[in-house]
T-cell receptor, first 114, second 108 residues
């Protein structure tokens, strides 16, 4: 158990819909990262937050947005969903945002868009 | 942006050492080299990281080339539970890049 909690574990929805994925980082971790993993693909970095502020942005679509709340949990919002958005979405947390910080990953949220 | 290159797959026999290579020719001085592995149906888990010197922990060893343009993850005695996708990652403040990963198959 990494200590990172992601909900929901599975989500099935239709094209055009909007979903929210939630992540609770490990206790004490200030940084949250979101990744997307499509079928048999590597992990694509989406976005990073540190103590409530956006710190780095990767290949995140404009239809996607995220935020980190004062209690440090984070939400990833996916809107106008397309079939290609079906993927595993992982959240990871670390104590800091720096290079030495070990990332702790959650078990992922599997999104299926029909 | 610094990238990493890894072989798509490797195979090893159980109880034998495994050397997983990673090329990162555009690494910058502030990039740490991290290795993670992803077991089937699980999130990635941390294996080891280093900056310039070789590193050892209970899971593996990390050998870093003197010019830091490549590194090797060493599993000293592969077990069936080590079958996973291994990712080599460059991580600096706010920046980190996953490679394509190496799928390690361990034969009994």
């Amino acid at each position: 158990d990494s200590g990172v909690t992601q909900t929901p574990k599975h989500l099935i929805t239709a094209t055009g819909q909007r979903v929210t994925l939630r992540c609770s980082p490990r206790s004490g971790d200030l940084s949250v990262y979101w990744y997307q993993q499509s079928l048999d693909q590597g992990l694509q970095f989406l976005i990073q937050y540190y103590n409530g502020e956006e710190r780095a942005k990767g290949n995140i679509l404009e239809r996607f947005s995220a935020q980190q709340f004062p209690d440090l949990h984070s939400e990833l919002n996916l809107s106008s969903l397309e079939l290609g958005d079906s993927a595993l979405y992982f959240c990871a947390s670390s104590l800091t945002g720096g290079g030495t910080g070990e990332l702790f990953f959650g078990e992922g949220s599997r999104l299926t868009v029909l | 942006d610094a990238k990493t290159t890894q072989p798509n797959s490797m195979e090893s026999n159980e109880e034998e050492p495994v050397h997983l290579p990673c090329n990162h020719s555009t690494i910058s001085g502030t990039d740490y080299i991290h290795w993670y592995r992803q077991l089937p149906s699980q999130g990635p888990e941390y294996v080891i990281h280093g900056l310039t010197s070789n590193v050892n922990n209970r899971m593996a060893s990390l050998a870093i080339a003197e010019d830091r343009k490549s590194s090797t993850l060493i599993l000293h005695r592969a077990t069936l539970r080590d079958a996973a996708v291994y990712y080599c990652i460059l991580k600096a403040f706010n920046k980190f890049y996953f490679g394509s990963g190496t799928k390690l198959n361990v034969k009994p």
